[in-house]
């Protein structure tokens, strides 16, 4: 933990935004760089300008391979394209436009000139599509979500409106990188004022806005008189909670309206970096400390930058653990949704808490266990078949009342107010809640930890059988599974899961650092999770070895 963290920043915490955006410009990637060539993640390529990882030439190749990609695939419907308040996706977005306009794409953006969610462009992207099977649209996303101020980011929502599959990436990516390698000669490109003359203008805003009852109970939220204190975190929902509480009329403040994209106003994390984090207690520290010193607020909620993140603080709880507000919102959402059939399945990611699975058990519906990545979720929202879907690290979406699609994307809005209708409909909060399924199921100890390993050992842990481990017992159980794929779609989880009846471990290589990272659970205590940690490391470090 650094000695700042939770403190607010410092002038010498802030970035050089002048140098920031020089640098994107300035610096051309060297290509014989691993870290600098175009890399998707789970969550699209992230880097920054100044390690020459998020520059202009990246963002003129990846938007020239998506507009190849999309023709490949016969997607000849608008483009869907948003940003958020990070320094370099004002920049990024610019490039953007440009490319695809040059392309002759339909290319819309906002009609505010504003900032834009992530579950702002997945909605639109699926109401225009919807009842279509042909002249699809899709979106472009600019936003490192919550990294730091210093990162900028770009993903692609294919015509299902949520993340691209890895297939879609790996393609986009590897023909990105030879535009580079080329050159950028074959990258069509306008200068940037007849492009944004050219672009559509799109009412994300209002269409978002003015749709939310069809998945939401507003009424009872405003019948309740339930009070919401609502923090942005200076990222793109800033433009998009006065409207909610304006047009629905709600009780509903605007804890911090500042938009900075040095993030001045903000604590620091538990790494001392400004991170936009709403999940951890040191990014949230101002709004937790505002709800405790008697803010008057029955929910505080928080966003990340480009809103696909949900924080959660209640008067009674501070702020609610993650996993805690996922197990809470499923038992809620699974009794109060009668438009929902008796089919569907709640969705979540291998690294999230067995609490959700006891829950699940409770309500007699289907689990589906998937790899990390929202992108698995895709296919039952969009369907229909999985109501919600989920992950740990604070990102989830369900379905609208009547059990169709509304978003396929993470929607840290939607979630915040579903705490709010939690509390209207009940009369208790989101962490009472949990609390009493923690009294009915267990109460878990969870935590993740990080382990050094290099890059021929994380490669070798992505690639492990469930073979490769010998061990028979973790911290005094029987292990009753070995995984390496996921239970609810057979995809590869990129590690190892080992699973005893009261806990868990899964191990995972990290995308962006020397180490890989150990989840792990226990229903019986902190003092069994250290030892379920401990052995973790043992049991990898022999799969490891072979």
């Known amino acids: 933990m650094h000695a700042r963290a939770g403190q607010l920043a410092r002038p010498e915490d802030l970035i050089d935004l002048a140098a920031l955006t020089g640098a994107y410009f300035d610096l051309k990637p060297d290509m014989s760089s691993p870290g600098q060539r175009v890399a998707f993640g789970t969550s699209g390529h992230r880097g920054s300008s100044l390690d020459g990882a998020f520059n202009e030439a990246h963002i003129l190749a990846i938007t020239q391979s998506i507009v190849e990609y999309r023709a490949a695939q016969g997607i000849t419907g608008p483009i869907f394209v948003g940003r958020d308040t990070h320094g370099l996706s004002e920049p990024a977005w610019r490039n953007v436009i440009e490319v695809l306009v040059a392309n002759g794409v339909e290319t819309l953006i906002d009609d505010r000139d504003g900032f834009t969610p992530t579950p702002a462009v997945s909605h639109a992207i699926l109401a225009f599509n ?33 993340p691209a599959d890895g297939s879609a990436t790996s393609g986009i990516a590897n023909r990105a990188n030879q535009l580079i390698e080329g050159g950028l000669a074959d990258v069509p490109r306008m200068p940037f004022e007849r492009a944004i003359a050219q672009a559509g203008r799109f009412d994300f805003l209002g269409r978002y806005v003015d749709d939310l009852p069809s998945v939401l109970d507003l009424d009872i939220i405003r019948s309740a008189g339930v009070k919401i204190g609502a923090d942005p975190l200076g990222g793109a929902s800033v433009g998009y909670w006065g409207e909610i509480a304006t047009r629905h009329r709600l009780d509903l403040t605007v804890v911090n309206p500042t938009v900075d994209p040095r993030w001045a106003f903000m604590p620091l994390d538990t790494d001392g970096k400004i991170r936009m984090d709403c999940s951890s207690p040191c990014a949230m520290a101002n709004l937790i400390k505002g709800m405790a010193e008697g803010a008057g607020y029955d929910v505080a909620t928080g966003n990340d930058a480009d809103a696909d993140r949900h924080g959660i603080v209640t008067p009674d709880g501070g702020l609610m653990n993650p996993n ?85 994307d993470k929607d840290g809005l939607l979630l915040a107010l579903l705490a709010a209708e939690i509390q209207s409909r009940t009369g208790r909060s989101a962490s009472q809640l949990y609390d009493d399924l923690a009294e009915k199921y267990g109460r878990p100890s969870y935590a993740r930890i990080d382990a050094p390993a290099d890059r021929a050992q994380k490669a070798r842990l992505g690639a492990l059988s469930p073979s490769d481990v010998t061990a028979t017992s973790l911290a005094g159980e029987p292990i009753t599974a070995t995984l390496t794929t996921a239970p609810g779609n057979g995809e590869a989880i990129g590690g190892l899961k080992v699973v005893t009846q009261n806990a868990w471990f899964a191990a995972r290589p990290s995308g962006t650092e020397d180490v890989y990272k150990i989840y792990a659970e226990s229903f019986l205590g902190d003092e069994h999770l250290k030892q379920v940690q401990a052995e973790a490391r043992e049991v990898v470090a022999g799969a490891l070895k072979g």
Do not use: C, Q
């Not at 279509?132 to 299902?160: C, E, F, M, Q, V």
């Open 130 to 162: 919807r009842g279509k099977t042909s002249g699809l649209a899709d979106g472009i996303l600019i936003t490192p979500s919550h990294n730091p101020p210093r990162d900028g980011g770009i993903k692609y929502n294919p015509p299902s409106g949520g």
């Open 324 to 408: 805690h507000f996922l197990a809470a919102s499923i038992a809620y959402l699974f009794s109060h949704r009668e438009g929902w059939g008796p089919d569907v399945a709640v969705g979540k990611t291998l690294v999230s808490s067995s609490m959700i699975d006891r829950v699940v058990a409770g309500l007699g519906r289907t689990l589906l266990e998937v790899p990390v990545g929202f992108k698995h979720f895709v296919p039952g929202l969009l369907d229909g078949s999985v109501g919600f879907g989920g992950e740990e690290s604070a990102g989830a979406a369900f379905l609208r009342r009547d059990g169709t699609v509304w978003t396929t």
